[in-house]
Structure formats: structure tokens, C-alpha cells
């Protein structure tokens, strides 16, 4: 319906353009949104606003110029009204809604993709934790926040891919070696001094125990030297794997795992810098290489070759980049902790330098999460190694419940996840109160088969008997699920998905508390039953962008 309004829009602007009323205007500039107040109609646009400065009029003018131009000629309309201070306000004919469901019936499960990605190849990056601890519930956003936001891209015709980047290089790869021996040696009797930098948590102590069991004190008396890196690839292997293990459990997959090392095969970072350097884009100031990203408005240049000629994560993080785009990615998602917000420039000036569009790298950034019991803070210490880890959220309240309760709010901002709350079975869960609509119109069903009814399809339906408000706004909400997929996949924002769910689950409980679907009216009757089922799937096909079961009891 969206587009169908905005083809309106654009019909009307090309009028009064070549009526010599309105500068030219750009499509994409044309903005509409779905109205929340009912009282603003169906739709409003900004548009008017948007063209006061060029145009040089007023928007109340410009809006009655837009208005004017309008031809409805698929009677689509019931009014087009002008707000302050220029906005202009669509309603629709009832009718219209109610003729929408039968796209709802036909797609099914298709019911909210479209092809407005045209097929662009994506490529989302997300979790990326080093190999040295188990995840905890810091990854646990970021991995929902990724997957789903993947999925959403999918569903809006984008080739997605979804890749972990694995930081296997570096001095905190050493120093979880020596972390694991330490552990061992400890095992062994020695006294074991742990320094910072160094990990310490119950994990390190279980990798040193396989490690004893497997060779016994056979690495005791070895030089150091040789005995961290064997210690470091089993420790990284063995950690990387319960990380997979604990993705697995979460419902997150990814087509690749890219190793860092691989970065350095061939000298590939050190070339890519002197490529750069040839470019005019990096400099040596002494025995230190510089970046210049105040070329693209970073604050200052950043160090990609530090002076003991060691890459920085910076350098690598170019190189990383270079390799998605020469793969034939045309956007690039990273998804950072908010710590990370001060990276961006640079990243942003290297994609640049790399030859290619600044929106090109899109970056998402997720908050911290406060973890609550029962309101109240549950203590956690990353220094000496305790955390809650991911595993432990997903055994305690179920994959369902964590992953709808981290996309609670938007990334950005920070959540405060419940425990409690997420276990429980009323509706104060979320995630219940959802899925509950979901199992409740299969109850429906069920009994709908019990008195003699088949599920009507949209043909053998008088929709006109959906009449009340309610049932009004339920259609509304159902048809504009297609636009909801398409917003959330531009904007980056998979919470949008949770926040849409919470209203449809909310509409839908209320109509069924107040009015009977099964009644002694088999037309009436069958108008409803079609209508629930047009949620049903609505529901489902949402909870599965989110990667959330929908129960057929509950």
C-alpha cells in the first residue's frame, strides 16, 4: 500500500513540476510513513516540508499543490488532508485494507519479503570475540542483533552472508598460552604467577586439565618458547569450538569463519600498506607508518605500522576489508560494542581510500546489557574471570526467550535483561505473551474443526462483515507487515520486528477477549477465521525473521 501511495506522490510532484509550480524532486526524497495517531489518517509525508527551502513557498502551499495533483484512479482514497504545518495526511477506504489480505493468504510464508534489495550481496560481521573465553551475554546481543538483522536483509531481497571474524593474531593470543600454562604447571605442583593481560577464569584451568591428561608432564621442563604456541592453537582451538557449540544452541550460524592469519599469508597486510603508501594515503613519520584518515575527517592520522614494524589491529582491520570487497560484497555490516563508536572514522576513511563508496561500510553498534534477577543487578567481574556466559542465559531461559528479550530495544541504547521475567509464563514475558497469540489461534482452529469448520479462503469471505474498529485495525496491522520488514532492513533496526510483534500480539488479545471468532453467523464466522489466520501467519513468519519458535500450544 506504501508504494502505492508513493506512486501518488510522485505522479502528483512530476505535475506540478511540469506545471512550473515545484523545483524537481527526487523520488527517494519523498518520504511516508504509517500514521501512529489514527486521527492523522493512514499515511503522512513530510514532503512539503522537505521542499519549502527550494521551492521557496510555504509547505502549507506546496501541500495544497501536491494535494491538487493527486489522481486517485483506483479509488484508493477516502482524503488527503493538510496538518500543520504542512504535512499531509492519507486515509484510506475501508475497503482497501480488508482487499490487502488476500496477498497475506496467497504468499503464506513468503507473506513479508519483497525484492527491494535487488539482490545486492551483504555481508554482515558480527560476534567476532577473540578465541581466549567462552562468550558471554556482551556477544549475546551482538549475535542476535546480526542474525537477525541478516535475516531481515534476506527477507528484503538482499544476498546475504553472514561471517565471523576470528582474532587468532596477536599478543593476546600469546598471552593466552601462557595462561594455559601457567594452569598447568599449577597442575603440576608449581606456583604459577598471573600477571595482566593474563585470563584466569575456570576455562583456563580445564584446557590445562585436558592438555595434562592428554600428555602428562611431557611439556614440564620444555622451553617456553616452544611450548606456548602448542599450547596457544590448542587453547584457541578448543575455545573456538565451544564457541561455535554455545552460536549453535543460540540458533547462529555462518557461512564463513575468516581467520586473521589469514590476513598475513604472503605478506599480505605489509603489501596492502606500501599499495596505500604508493596511493599518497599512508606516510612514514620516522620508524612509525601512518594512516592518513584526517584526509576523510578522523581527528587525527592513526598508526597502522608501529615502530618495532609490527601491523596494528588497525592495519589488519584494513586488509580484512579489502578482502570482503574484493570477494564482490557491496555493502559491508560490522556490528562493534559501543565502545568501539571512536573506530568508525577510521574504518570509514580506509573504505574510502580503498577506492570505494563511504556508505558502503554501514556499522551497527550494540550496548551494554545489565543483567538483572529479579530486579536486581547480578554481579559480574571480567578481571578475575567471572562472567555470565551465553550458554548459561540460553540454559536458563530458553534460546526463545533470549534471543526476543536482547531485541527488546534498540541496539544502541542499553537493556536491562531479567532473568526472572524471561522465564516466565504470563504476560509480563514478552516472548510468551507473543507466542501465546500464536498457540491461541491454533486453539481457535482446532476448534473451529471440532463444529464443522474449513479455514475459508479470501474468495469465500464477504469482507465487508469485517466491520468493528478493531478488526479494522488489526487488518492495518497485518498488511503493513511487508512495509515493517522493508524499514527495519534500510534502517538497520531488527528491534523493529519485536516492537511490531508486541503491538499485533496486543491488538489481536484484546479483539479475542471481547468478541467471539465462532459464532451461530457462519458467514460472520468465517470472515474472523480468515482474519485470525491472516495473523497466524503474520505472527509466525515474524517470530521465524527472529528466530523464535511458534508453539501450536502452549
Known amino acids: 500500500m506504501k508504494n502505492r501511495l508513493l506512486k501518488l506522490l510522485e505522479g502528483s510532484l512530476r505535475t506540478a513540476v511540469a506545471d512550473g509550480l515545484l523545483p524537481p524532486t527526487e523520488p527517494q526524497s519523498i518520504e511516508l510513513e504509517f500514521a501512529r495517531d489514527p486521527k ?29 495533483r493527486i489522481i486517485d484512479d483506483d479509488g484508493i482514497l477516502q482524503k488527503v488532508e493538510i496538518a500543520a504545518p504542512g504535512f499531509l495526511n ?30 545486492k550481496k551483504v555481508l554482515v560481521e558480527f560476534v567476532s570475540a577473540n578465541p581466549t573465553g567462552p562468550l558471554h551475554i556482551g556477544h549475546a546481543r551482538g549475535a542476535v542483533v546480526g542474525d537477525v538483522t541478516a535475516s531481515v536483509l534476506k527477507a528484503a531481497g538482499y544476498d546475504v552472508s553472514r561471517e565471523y571474524y576470528i582474532n587468532d593474531a596477536g599478543n593476546q593470543m600469546n598471552n593466552l598460552g601462557k595462561s594455559v600454562l601457567l594452569r598447568y604447571r599449577e597442575l603440576l605442583g608449581q606456583e604459577a604467577e598471573f600477571v595482566e593481560g593474563h585470563y584466569r577464569g ?49 540458533g547462529v550460524s555462518f557461512e564463513r569463519y575468516f581467520s586473521e592469519s589469514q590476513l598475513y599469508e604472503n605478506n599480505g597486510v605489509a603489501k596492502l600498506v606500501r599499495k596505500l603508501e604508493d596511493a599518497g594515503f599512508v606516510y612514514q613519520d620516522g620508524t612509525t607508518t601512518w594512516f592518513k584518515t584526517t584526509l576523510f575527517g578522523d581527528e587525527k592520522d592513526r598508526v597502522v605500522i608501529r615502530q618495532n614494524g609490527i601491523p596494528t589491529y588497525f592495519a589488519a582491520d584494513i586488509a580484512y576489508h579489502n578482502d570482503k570487497f574484493l570477494r564482490g560484497f557491496d555493502t559491508l555490516i560490522d556490528i562493534w560494542g559501543a565502545d ?3 573506530y568508525i572514522p577510521r574504518m570509514s576513511a580506509a573504505v574510502q581510500a580503498l577506492g570505494y563508496p563511504k556508505d558502503a561500510l554501514k556499522v551497527i553498534l550494540v550496548q551494554l546489557v545489565n543483567l538483572l534477577r529479579d530486579g536486581k543487578p547480578v554481579a559480574m567481574s571480567t578481571r578475575a574471570g567471572e562472567f555470565v556466559t551465553l550458554r548459561e542465559v540460553v540454559e536458563e531461559v530458553g534460546r526463545d526467550a533470549a534471543r526476543y528479550n536482547f531485541l527488546m530495544r534498540r541496539s544502541d541504547s542499553h537493556l536491562d535483561f531479567d532473568l526472572e521475567i524471561a522465564k516466565k509464563q504470563s504476560n509480563e514475558n514478552p516472548v510468551y505473551y507473543v507466542q501465546y497469540a500464536h498457540a491461541r489461534i491454533c486453539s481457535i482452529f482446532n476448534t473451529a474443526g471440532e463444529r464443522g469448520f474449513t479455514i475459508p479462503a479470501y474468495k469465500d469471505i464477504d469482507t465487508n462483515l469485517l466491520k468493528l474498529p478493531e478488526e479494522i485495525e488489526l487488518i492495518k496491522t497485518v498488511t503493513r507487515f511487508p512495509e515493517v520488514v522493508v524499514g527495519a532492513a534500510e534502517a538497520l533496526e531488527p528491534h523493529r520486528l519485536t516492537f511490531y510483534l508486541n503491538d499485533l ?22 470472515a474472523r477465521l480468515f482474519l485470525v489466520g491472516c495473523i497466524r501467519i503474520v505472527l509466525k513468519n515474524t517470530l521465524n525473521m527472529l528466530g523464535v519458535s511458534a508453539p501450536e500450544k502452549m
Open 40 to 68: 492523522h489518517g493512514d499515511y503522512a509525508s513530510n514532503i512539503a516540508m522537505v521542499l519549502a527551502s527550494k521551492a521557496r513557498k510555504n509547505p502549507r502551499e506546496i501541500a495544497g499543490i501536491i494535494a491538487d
Open 90 to 119: 492519507f486515509s484510506l477506504r475501508k475497503n482497501v485494507w480488508a482487499s490487502l489480505l488476500g496477498d497475506v493468504e496467497r504468499l503464506g510464508d513468503a507473506y513479508g519479503t519483497s525484492n527491494v534489495g535487488a539482490g
Open 202 to 250: 575456570d576455562y583456563i584451568k580445564d584446557i590445562a586439565r585436558e592438555i595434562l591428561e592428554r600428555d602428562g608432564n611431557a611439556h614440564l621442563e620444555r622451553d617456553e618458547a616452544q611450548v606456548v604456541p602448542l599450547f596457544t592453537d590448542y587453547a584457541a582451538a578448543s575455545i573456538l569450538d565451544g564457541i561455535k557449540e554455545d552460536l549453535r544452541l543460540f
Open 340 to 342: 568501539h563508536h571512536g
Open 505 to 526: 500480539a496486543g491488538e489481536f488479545h484484546s479483539y479475542y477477549n471481547k468478541n467471539k471468532v465462532l459464532s451461530d453467523d457462519p458467514a460472520l464466522s468465517n
